[in-house]
């Protein structure tokens, strides 16, 4: 089992950057897939980014180019930095454990609560 904490949100204004992180518990975090996703108001949680165990990373067309994902297993902890924030990058950001590959979120078995990041225009 996993436990994940985010943190790292805020209020940024457009071209901003910020960098979330994502704090696991266990001693298998390494061994987990894990993944960043958000959620707008009114909108279906929709995937972010996700970094494998061995490191390997895919993006969703709409941030590629802007965030990054990376992970340290000596600290347990999966980074999303994310640079040149527009608007509509504002939702509540959240860190999920998985054992397989997916960008749907019930492909996640282990989430963290989220942490809001907002981006005023």
């Known amino acids: 089992q996993v436990q994940l904490v985010e943190s790292g949100g805020g209020l940024v204004q457009t071209g901003g950057s910020l960098r979330l992180s994502c704090v696991g518990s266990?001693?298998?975090?390494?061994?987990?897939?894990i993944g960043w996703f958000r959620q707008a108001p009114g909108k279906e949680r929709e995937f972010v980014a996700q970094?494998?165990?061995?490191?390997?990373?895919t993006y969703a067309d709409s941030v590629k180019g802007r965030f990054t994902i990376s992970r340290d297993n000596t600290k347990n902890t999966v980074y999303l930095q994310m640079n040149s924030l527009k608007p509509e990058d504002t939702a509540v950001y959240s860190c999920?454990?998985?054992?397989?590959?997916?960008?749907?979120?019930?492909?996640?078995?282990?989430w963290g609560q989220g942490t809001q990041v907002t981006v005023s225009s």
């Open positions: 970094i494998w165990s061995i490191g390997a990373m």
């Open positions: 999920a454990a998985s054992t397989i590959l997916s960008t749907i979120p019930k492909g996640f078995t282990y």
């Open positions: 266990g001693r298998t975090f390494s061994d987990y897939v």
